[in-house]
């Protein structure tokens, strides 16, 4: 079946610093979401993108839809404490009736 | 402004007996999916239904599992004669409608312990 391929698994980072992750897959994807998730609590929709090349901006986040529809980044500018958590990617994929298939996770924690 | 809504947040259950996830979707959203995460693990989508109706059960186990989501009330996930394989967090999402551009937003799922 589809999978996602999400890097790097964890990450420490200086508050400050910019972050970068992303997803790549085997197969084309129509879709690429981006979410976090708070220890005990559900994922938080970040970015959605829609359209291969698509470049999206939340804040300090940006993710993009490849081009190639086969990989999807999210990059956080000037990281702060409360970036702390498990980011997610997600997507659907060709022939999905809506299910998301998701990534392992990049869990980013954040030195004071 | 009431997000998705799961309950309970914790359920703890002896081996055999039956678990009922409950799911309430957002105002206006007439579709439900459910999906199942395990300790360090991304989430594994398990079902997806629209209203009295199921759409795609392709990640449901094929015994003891199934769901619902009637014409009123919340959706609900059945686990039947659970076992300790069953422990996980069970999340639901909604989405307006089904189809590409509608992104779904989760509630924060019920953690569910088998004894």
């Known amino acids: 079946g589809q999978q996602l391929n999400q890097s790097p698994q964890s990450m420490f980072i200086q508050e400050g610093e910019d972050v970068s992750m992303n997803c790549t897959s085997s197969?084309?994807?129509?879709?690429w979401l981006w979410y976090k998730q708070d220890p005990g609590e559900g994922p938080v929709l970040l970015i959605a993108?829609?359209?291969?090349?698509e470049l999206t901006s939340n804040g300090r986040l940006t993710a993009q839809f490849g081009i190639t529809r086969k990989d999807s980044f999210l990059n956080i500018s000037a990281s702060i404490p409360s970036d702390v958590g498990i980011y997610f990617c997600?997507?659907?994929?060709?022939?999905?009736?809506?299910?998301?298939?998701f990534g392992k996770g990049t869990k980013l924690s954040v030195k004071p | 402004n009431a997000g998705v809504m799961q309950n309970p947040r914790h359920l703890v259950r002896r081996r055999g007996q039956e678990a009922r996830l409950r799911c309430s979707p957002m105002?206006?959203?007439?579709?439900v999916y459910w999906y199942r995460q395990l300790p360090e693990e991304g989430l594994k989508f398990m079902v997806y239904?629209?209203?009295?109706?199921?759409?795609?059960e392709s990640g449901m186990p094929k015994e003891r599992f199934s769901a619902e989501f009637p014409k009123e009330g919340p959706s609900i996930l059945r686990i039947q004669q659970v076992v300790r394989g069953d422990s996980a967090a069970y999340f639901c999402?909604?989405?307006?409608?089904?189809?590409?551009?509608?992104?779904?937003?989760f509630g924060d799922g019920t953690r569910l312990s088998i004894l």
């Open positions: 999402a909604s989405s307006p409608w089904g189809q590409r551009n509608q992104p779904q937003h």
């Open positions: 197969s084309i994807f129509n879709t």
């Open positions: 993108l829609y359209k291969a090349g």
């Open positions: 997600a997507g659907q994929g060709q022939g999905s009736q809506g299910n998301l298939i």
């Open positions: 105002k206006g959203h007439s579709h």
């Open positions: 239904l629209q209203k009295e109706n199921i759409i795609d």
